[in-house]
C-alpha cells in the first residue's frame, strides 16, 4: 500500500471500538478519523483516501440527508465503504447500505472480522476504480451518440410533420359522395402519400402512390411525386383535364430524367371520378389494383396493368373506364393493406380474408379504419410492420 493510501474513520463522537482499533493496528493502516460535520468537506478533492469507515453506535442518531449525501459522495470518489453500527434506522438507510461499494457491519463483529472486511475494501479498490474508469470511457463514447440519436430523433420528428403537410388537410365535401382516407406510416415518415382533390365542379381526381423502400430516401421521393404530379392543361382562360394514363407518363418521364441511384421505383394508381355519371377513369403503375363493392357486397379488383415508375423512359400507360353504381363503395390502397385480403389462384378473384367479411356493409370511414385495427393486430415477426394509406369512396344509394 502506498504511504499516500489512507483509511478515513467517520465518527460521531462514540468511542471506537476495540475490535476495530486492534485490526487497524494489525494491518498497519494509515488513518484518520473525523465527525460527520466534517467528513464531506475531508472528502473534497482528496486523492489519497482509500477507503471510508463510518463508526457510530446507531445510524438513527445521523441525519438521513447527510448520510445520502457521503454515501453518494464516496461512490462518486469510486471508494468502498464499510458502515459499522448496530442498527439502520428507515427504508433510506437500508437502501444505502445495499449500495454498490457500500457494506454494513454489526459492532459485535470480532477483530479477525474486522481485519477481513477491511483489508477487502483496500484489495477491491483496484477493481472498483478499473470498472468506474470503464464506465466513464463508456459513458463518453455513448454521450455523443446520444446526442446524436436525439438530433436524429428530432429530425425525424421535423421530416413527419412536413410530409403530413402536404398530403390534404381535409377531404372534398360532395353531395352523395363520401370520402375517407387512411395514413399511417410504418416509422416517423412514410413511403406513401395519397391526395383527393377537386379537379373542376364536375370531376374529382384522386391518387395513392408508393415509393419502394422505407426511411427517408422514400419519404423524399413522395413529395417528389406530389409535386410532379400534373392533372389540369392550362392554356389563357382555358384548361383541360390530363388523362389518368397520360399524367403517369409524365410522371414516369419526370422519374426517369432523375437519373436516381439504388433503383428508386414507385407505383401509383391515379383515378378521375365524374360525379354527374359516375364514370371512373383510372391508370395503374403497378399498384395494387383498386377494389370495388357493390351494394350487394360483392367486391371486383379493377385491373389496370402497366410498369412501375421510373423504370423506362418512354413507357406507356393506358385509361381504363369503369361504371360506378349508386351505393358502390371503392377503395385504393397501398401494399401494406394486401394483408386483408386472400388469393385462392390465378384465376380465381381476390377476397376479403372471413374475419373481414362483416366490414363489407359498413361505411366506407369506418370500414378503413377497421381495416388498420385488425391489419396492427396481424403484424409481428411473421407481418413486419408496413406503410399503410387507403382512399375509400362512397357512392350514396339513392
Known amino acids: 500500500m502506498s504511504e499516500k493510501d489512507q ?8 468511542e471506537l471500538l476495540q475490535g476495530l482499533q486492534e485490526a487497524i493496528e494489525q494491518l498497519d493502516f494509515e488513518t484518520k478519523v473525523c465527525r460527520p460535520c466534517e467528513a464531506l468537506e475531508e472528502l473534497k478533492g482528496t486523492d489519497h483516501t482509500a477507503a471510508v469507515v463510518l463508526a457510530t453506535e446507531k445510524l438513527s442518531h445521523l441525519e438521513n440527508e447527510f448520510l445520502d449525501k457521503f454515501a453518494a459522495r464516496v461512490k462518486a470518489l469510486s471508494m468502498n465503504m464499510l458502515v459499522l453500527a448496530d442498527e439502520a ?12 461499494g457500500i457494506f454494513h457491519a454489526h459492532n459485535s463483529e470480532s477483530c479477525e472480522m474486522l481485519k477481513g472486511r477491511l483489508a477487502m475494501l483496500f484489495e477491491l479498490r483496484g477493481q472498483l476504480h478499473e470498472l468506474t ?4 470511457m463508456q459513458q463518453a463514447i455513448s454521450q455523443p451518440l446520444n446526442t446524436t440519436f436525439t438530433q436524429v430523433g428530432e429530425e425525424m420528428q421535423l421530416a413527419a410533420r412536413l410530409q403530413r403537410d402536404f398530403l390534404p388537410q381535409q377531404l372534398p365535401q360532395i353531395e ?24 373542376d365542379e364536375r370531376h374529382v381526381g384522386f391518387y395513392v402512390a408508393d415509393v419502394v423502400g422505407h426511411g427517408m430516401p422514400a419519404a423524399l421521393l413522395t413529395i417528389f411525386i406530389k409535386q410532379s404530379l400534373v392533372t389540369k392543361r392550362i392554356s389563357g382562360h382555358n384548361y383541360s383535364l390530363v388523362e389518368p394514363g397520360e399524367v403517369l407518363e409524365q410522371l414516369n418521364e419526370k422519374f426517369v430524367e432523375q437519373q436516381l441511384h439504388d433503383f428508386q421505383f414507385a407505383t401509383c394508381c391515379y383515378g378521375i371520378l365524374d360525379i354527374q355519371t359516375l364514370q371512373l377513369r383510372l391508370a395503374n403503375a403497378g399498384h395494387p389494383f383498386p377494389m370495388r363493392f357493390d351494394r350487394n357486397g360483392q367486391l371486383q379488383e379493377l ?14 400507360y393506358f385509361t381504363e373506364s369503369f361504371q360506378l353504381q349508386p351505393g358502390d363503395k371503392l377503395l385504393v390502397y397501398s401494399d401494406g393493406m394486401e394483408l386483408a385480403f386472400v388469393n385462392e389462384g390465378p384465376d380465381k378473384p381476390l377476397r376479403f380474408r372471413k374475419e373481414f367479411e362483416y366490414l363489407i356493409h359498413l361505411d366506407v370511414e369506418t370500414m378503413c379504419n377497421k381495416l388498420v385495427e385488425i391489419i396492427e393486430e396481424e403484424e409481428g415477426s411473421l407481418h413486419p410492420r408496413d406503410d399503410v394509406t387507403i382512399v375509400g369512396i362512397e357512392l350514396a344509394d339513392h
Not at 177 to 198: E, H, K, L, N, Q
Request: proline residues 3%; hydrophobic residues 40%.
Open 133 to 136: 474508469a470503464e464506465l466513464k
Open 89 to 100: 434506522a428507515g427504508d433510506n438507510l437500508i437502501e444505502m447500505l445495499h449500495g454498490h
Open 7 to 14: 483509511l478515513l474513520i467517520v465518527n460521531d463522537g462514540s
Open 303 to 316: 385491373e389496370t396493368k402497366n410498369s412501375l415508375l421510373g423504370v423506362f423512359p418512354g413507357q406507356k
Open 176 to 199: 352523395g359522395i363520401r370520402f375517407a382516407s387512411i395514413y399511417r406510416p410504418a416509422t416517423w415518415v412514410s413511403g406513401d402519400i395519397y391526395d383527393v382533390m377537386r379537379l
